[in-house]
């Protein structure tokens, strides 16, 4: 099974709705964070949280809201959509506590609003 | 501005043909750099972390090696199944572990 999962895993949307986009993880990690993906931008962070209650912004927040559920639980809204937030949708997570820091992504969401 | 380079945007190379991929990196107190590679659809998945200058990790035929402005990660006579996207990321100095990702090179290895 997979230690990161992500749902949906595509959706097509129209402008103007409210979509959530949903991470799960097994692995245990105190750390989750929301990426998008675009061509030619690369992977660009919009929020992270440090634990249940420590939730912060990324570079690229605005449009976008988060929650944490629970520690293994991080999902991402788009409170109204809009066509330039088509994008692949990336969840991740870390272990503060290895001391080596790297991240470990889910499968993707790829989204498309029109 | 913390920023990461990669070099080139795509790369074909012909089976068994090896080869090098850059990343340059420009961050204040680099605390790790690191290499994910990306299969269609699907997300990246952890390669290597190097965290000093000289430093080298190897994986079959990928070995990551760092400088104190680039890392490169090589590979050795390759096949096509490490047809892959390539993503190297670098983490700053201070407590947030957010990691500049570079937009990664599309690497191609054909029979």
């Known amino acids: 099974d997979a230690d990161v999962t992500q749902t949906p895993r595509n959706r097509i949307t129209k402008t103007g709705k409210r979509i959530m986009l949903e991470c799960s993880q097994t692995?245990?990690?105190?750390?989750m964070y929301w990426y998008r993906q675009d061509p030619g931008l690369g992977l660009r962070l919009i929020y992270y949280?440090?634990?249940?209650?420590?939730?912060n912004k990324g570079e690229i927040s605005d449009g976008y809201s988060v929650s944490r559920q629970a520690q293994a639980k991080f999902s991402l809204s788009l409170e109204s959509a809009i066509p330039n937030q088509t994008a692949l949708y990336f969840c991740?997570?870390?272990?503060?506590?290895?001391?080596?820091?790297?991240?470990?992504f889910g499968p993707g969401t790829r989204l498309t609003v029109t | 501005e913390d920023q990461v380079t990669q070099s080139p945007e795509a790369l074909r190379l012909q089976e068994g043909e090896s080869s090098s991929l850059n990343c340059s990196y420009t961050?204040?107190?680099?605390?790790?750099l690191f290499w994910y590679r990306q299969d269609p659809g699907k997300g990246p998945e952890f390669l290597f972390t190097?965290?000093?200058a000289g430093e080298e990790k190897e994986k079959e035929r990928l070995k990551a090696t760092l400088t104190k402005k680039e890392s490169f990660l090589h590979i050795t006579a390759p096949k096509p199944e490490d047809s892959a996207t390539y993503l190297c990321a670098a983490r700053s100095g201070g407590a947030t572990n957010k990691l500049i990702f570079g937009t990664g090179t599309l690497l191609a290895v054909q029979p």
């Open positions: 961050v204040s107190g680099l605390r790790g």
């Open positions: 190097l965290y000093s």
């Open positions: 692995k245990g990690h105190d750390r």
């Open positions: 949280s440090f634990d249940v209650k420590d939730i």
């Open positions: 991740a997570t870390s272990d503060p506590n290895s001391g080596s820091y790297e991240q470990y």
